[in-house]
């Protein structure tokens, strides 16, 4: 169990942000669990034909499937939607004596070095600490590439499914309060009084220092909750968000249904993917059609009362309303 001693002034300085790069790095983990009634096993499925040119023997020695992941891969995004590039960025400029100390910690490990292959692991492990200027170049070059083939493909979808829950957390705050956010955050969660505890396999004790505390949705955490107490940066939990099992789905609508002779084939296949709020830009990238064109059916389809818009921020979010989930099913 690990126990995050909050001071007053931390309730004040909670908040949210999402990390593509933690996306990536805890995905690794996935693959290296993965099971056919896993819940990430579609996309488990896919990556067996795309990752063949991916340094993964790299990738699942600083990844191990459970126990320690150094800080340094995982630094806190200092914005709600860090970029990629700058969280890499971020790890390439990593201070080399906190390599070294961490990927020393790493490699003798009693949980993180469970398995088989163990020797072959060492003799990386020795080879990155012994040349830690070269292990992080490495490193950010295999990560970068994994994520162009293992996540890009599938962020919009990803982001649609972390917007989504953050809107729900901010009304469970809304609601009630910091007890209630905590209270429904993650089965591995609580909160009592001034502590919040994250049931893992050791026992730890942080105080936020006014810090404050960072929470990250995050797919590929499921089914863990990932806590980072180190400096630099706030505090983070790292949790699984609402709806995952959505995520892998491919909602369609048949040329011939209902559904589609009374709104037409494109604008009954918008509304299918619309289970999760999405941007003009990211539906676009899933309907495959021109952004004016997608703009004219989504406002056409809102003024009707079938989907609902609101801003976040640069962007203008399109979901599903009650009415729209009754067409889709009657369809």
């Not at 593509?20 to 690794?28: F, K, Q, Y």
């Not at 960025?89 to 070294?100: N, R, S, Y």
């Not at 957390?169 to 429904?184: I, K, N, Y």
């Not at 539906?283 to 079938?306: E, F």
Request: hydrophobic fraction near 45%; proline fraction near 8%.
């Amino acid at each position: 169990m690990i126990h995050l001693h909050f001071h007053p002034e931390d309730l004040g300085h909670i908040r949210f942000a999402f990390s593509p790069l933690m996306e990536a790095v805890t995905s690794v983990r996935a693959l290296s669990t993965g099971t056919p009634t896993q819940l990430h096993a579609p996309w488990v499925r896919q990556m067996a034909k795309r990752l063949d040119d991916v340094d993964l023997e790299l990738l699942t020695t600083i990844v191990r499937p459970a126990g320690y992941l150094p800080d340094f891969l995982v630094p806190p995004p200092s914005t709600r939607l860090s970029s990629i590039a700058a969280s890499l960025a971020e790890v390439a400029a990593t201070d080399l004596d906190t390599v070294v100390e961490q990927l020393s910690h790493l490699a003798g490990h009693r949980v993180a070095q469970q398995g088989p292959d163990r020797p072959r692991r060492e003799r990386l492990m020795r080879e990155l600490v012994d040349e830690p200027g070269a292990a992080l170049a490495r490193l950010v070059a295999a990560f970068e590439h994994y994520w162009q083939v293992a996540i890009a493909p599938y962020w919009p979808r990803i982001r649609a499914l972390l917007q989504d829950d953050l809107a729900y957390r901010l009304d469970e705050l809304a609601t009630g309060g910091v007890r209630q956010l905590f209270r429904t955050l993650h089965p591995l969660v609580s909160f009592d009084r001034d502590t919040l505890r994250v049931v893992k396999y050791y026992e730890g004790h942080a105080d936020l220092r006014r810090r404050g505390l960072l929470l990250v949705p995050c797919v590929f955490a499921w089914p863990d909750v990932v806590v980072r107490t180190g400096d630099p940066g706030p505090p983070t939990v790292t949790y699984s968000p609402r709806g995952l099992g959505r995520l892998w789905e491919t909602p369609t609508v048949r040329q011939r249904s209902p559904l589609a002779g009374v709104l037409g084939r494109t604008r009954a296949t918008i509304l299918a993917q619309l289970d999760l709020p999405m941007s003009t830009t990211q539906l676009a990238c899933q309907v495959k059609l021109a952004a004016p064109t997608l703009n004219s059916h989504l406002k056409a389809l809102a003024a009707a009362g079938i989907l609902s818009a609101r801003r976040d921020g640069r962007s203008v979010l399109y979901t599903r309303t009650s009415l729209g989930d009754a067409l889709l099913a009657g369809a």
